[in-house]
């Protein structure tokens, strides 16, 4: 496959992953993840709800399919379950498993959807868990032997990869916060998960790219991080916030080195680990949900304090902020000296969306849509390289700790009957691909 160059049609497409929507956990051999144990623990999700059927998708796939041609997007990023491959992490690969995306990945060809598969969207099989999971280096090796298998199987037709989804979520959330699977709360734990990730990552995209032409890259969630006031103090704090939540990845990808904020916190590394790592890019994916506000602080582990959102607020409470997306990307561009395409791989809101007469209403989604995507194409016209966009998300679905208590999606989800009904802002979605195509073709 020729490497995309910035002339290359721009992507329009929506995003989702496996444990959010696919349900089936006990189907065709799939083993437990991370996830399934997690949401069996009391407290742990918000309406004690958990990924054992969510939107029934690994049966309803077709349907779904035939939503997104309808939609007229070019592209769909989707997640490859793990466990459904390898039950216990590694070893003998489930055939019946795999079998479940060769069907999707022919459906999608079949609609003229290029398929975008992410590899882990935090679905660990559970079994390397209890060895150690990601504070182990060799769940890493496991990671790039499960990353060939899919990349072997599957690579006649997936052409693109990217390794993680959000690794930050993964080591902070799941380990220094520990709202999220695993739930551990150890500053040590998630900066030894936060460096096995990354090995992960780089050992899985050398594994990939052995295996064909492809094309392989990684999604960070970032944010942009601005000071509360122009007080000296405020910016240094909001430095501090950035280098936490953006740095912590960039740095390592992009310049061969981590932050230093967490004093003496030792970091796993090996010889040759972060050679490997900041080994080139085929894109960076970037996932983008709001802008960080914040003030110094006497205590706390950044000395920071994190300012509400101010005006317009999604149900997360998170503030739309199209101009820190703006801002996020002319600044990727300049720290990537512009050579590798960015992908928004997830942007989008959750609302209070209500059935009402069989339609549901989300003009807040619409306006959320359109001011990001206005973003985006403002930055492409200021010179980022931007290959493509994907909503976040094509259906409500299991929202993590949230349960199913947030509804992200374009097709609305009513989970009693599984029943998809597209809201206002998919049809709105779809004039806009409509419009751009044509703006395209003249
Ligand atoms: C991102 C996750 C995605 C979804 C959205 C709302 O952090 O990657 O799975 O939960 O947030």
């Known amino acids: 496959m020729p490497a995309p160059n910035r002339n290359a049609p721009f992507h329009f497409g929506v995003a989702t992953s496996s444990y959010q929507i696919e349900g ?29 059927v969510a939107c029934d998708h690994y049966h309803r796939y077709p349907e779904d399919v035939a939503l997104m041609r309808e939609l007229g997007v070019s592209a769909y990023r989707f997640s490859v379950a793990w466990p459904r491959l390898f039950p216990e992490g590694r070893g003998k690969l489930n055939r019946a498993g795999l079998a479940f995306y060769d069907r999707l990945i022919d459906a999608l060809l079949e609609a003229q959807i290029t398929p975008f598969a992410t590899l882990y969207h935090w ?9 150690g999971g990601w504070l182990r280096r060799e769940t890493a090796l496991a990671f790039a032997d499960y ?44 900066v030894s998960a936060a460096h096995h990730l990354l090995l992960g990552h780089a050992l899985a995209k050398q594994a990939v790219k052995a295996q064909g032409d492809h094309q392989v890259g990684i999604v960070l969630n970032l944010s942009t991080v601005y000071p509360g006031t122009e007080r000296p103090e405020d910016q240094a704090a ?25 004093g003496e916190t030792p970091i796993p590394i090996q010889d040759g680990d972060l050679e490997e790592i900041q080994k080139p890019l085929d894109f960076l994916g970037v996932n983008y949900y709001r802008k960080t506000v914040v003030t110094a602080s006497e205590s706390g582990l ?13 149900q997360m409470n998170w503030e739309v902020s199209p101009e820190g997306l703006y801002d996020l990307l002319l600044r990727l561009g300049q720290e990537t000296g512009g050579k590798i395409p960015l992908y928004i791989t997830e942007n989008g809101a959750a609302y209070h969306d209500e059935l009402v007469g069989g339609r549901v209403d989300d003009p807040g989604r619409v306006h959320f849509l359109q001011v990001h995507l206005d973003a985006v194409q403002r930055a492409r016209r200021d010179g980022a390289w931007v290959g493509g966009y994907f909503a976040w998300s094509l259906m409500d679905n299991f929202e993590w700790a949230y349960g199913y208590s947030r509804r992200f999606g374009i097709v609305y989800v009513d989970y009693a009957t599984q029943k998809r009904v597209p809201k206002s802002s998919y049809a709105w979605y779809q004039r806009y691909i409509a419009e751009q195509r044509r703006l395209e073709a003249r």
Do not use: M
């Not at 189907?27 to 054992?52: K, L």
């Open 123 to 131: 679905d660990l099989p559970l079994a390397l868990q209890e060895r």
């Open 302 to 314: 950044l000395r920071a304090r994190y300012l509400p959102g101010v005006g317009e607020v999604t």
């Open 147 to 190: 990353a060939a298998a899919v990349a072997g199987a599957l690579g006649d037709r997936l052409r693109w990869y990217s390794t993680l989804n959000e690794p930050w979520v993964s080591a902070f959330v799941g380990h220094l916060t520990g709202e999220h699977a695993p739930g551990t709360q150890n500053l040590a734990a998630a």
């Open 24 to 52: 089936a956990v006990h189907q065709d051999g799939r083993g437990p993840s991370i996830w399934d144990r997690f949401c069996q623990e009391p407290g742990r999700i918000i309406d004690g709800s958990d990924g054992s």
């Open 238 to 262: 909001a430095q501090r916030v950035d280098a936490y939540h953006n740095g912590w990845f960039l740095d390592p990808l992009l310049r061969g080195s981590y932050p230093k904020i967490f």
